[in-house]
């Protein structure tokens, strides 16, 4: 018995279908979120082993590990100008490299460099309580927590076309109806809604 005859029976009994599906899934889904490119690659290289029928040719295996690096290193490269899967593996490398020493000579800061997820998240969320909290207060003219004067202090309001507030602010607001497109009264107040739910 050769080694394929063996293979195709010895997978199929120990690697069910539907294991082989989840692989394929995760492997289309595969991104890079903060891991090291070698990491990464091991875990490209290890779903690829299970993607032979999805991934028949050294072009698509360049095309999907392009699209799981992150923005950082896509942004050098293109996935034209890769013969094999090796080639664009090595610039990813070369590029890691340089990005480490951007970091290193203060031109980039780590945080920028594959960002996790949960990070990101909560960089956001505490820049939003700055606002709130100790940041500045809500500005009267447009409403929004900001430093110095507001830019649309002196700006007229395209609605009433006095200066001192923004269009979301105005007083002079007229509601409309998006059942009737009367004003003066929203959707739900409508008359027409009104009278048929009676």
Not at 34 to 43: M, P, Q, R
Not at 134 to 139: D, N
Not at 167 to 189: R, T
């Amino acid at each position: 018995m050769t080694w394929d005859e063996f293979k195709v029976p010895f997978l199929r009994h120990h690697n069910p279908k539907a294991v082989i599906n989840r692989i394929q899934e995760e492997f289309i889904q595969l991104r890079q979120k903060g891991e090291t490119i070698d990491k990464i690659t091991g875990i490209f290289m290890d779903k690829l082993r299970f993607c032979d029928e999805l991934v028949t040719t050294e072009e698509q295996k360049i095309y999907y590990y392009y699209n799981m690096l992150s923005a950082e290193y896509r942004e050098f490269m293109t996935p034209s100008k890769y013969e094999t899967l090796t080639e664009i593996i090595n610039t990813a490398r070369e590029r890691e490299i340089e990005l480490k020493k951007e970091i290193e000579r203060g031109e980039r800061r780590a945080m920028d460099v594959n960002p996790s997820p949960t990070k990101k998240a909560r960089t956001t969320e505490s820049v939003k309580k700055t606002d709130v909290k100790g940041g500045s207060p809500s500005c009267k003219v447009c409403g929004k927590g900001h430093k110095g004067e507001c830019r649309f202090k002196y700006n007229p309001c395209p609605i009433y076309g006095k200066t001192g507030h923004t269009a979301s602010l105005c007083p002079g607001k007229v509601s409309v109806c998006y059942k009737c497109y009367q004003p003066g009264h929203k959707k739900s107040e409508c008359p027409e809604l009104v009278g048929k739910k009676n």
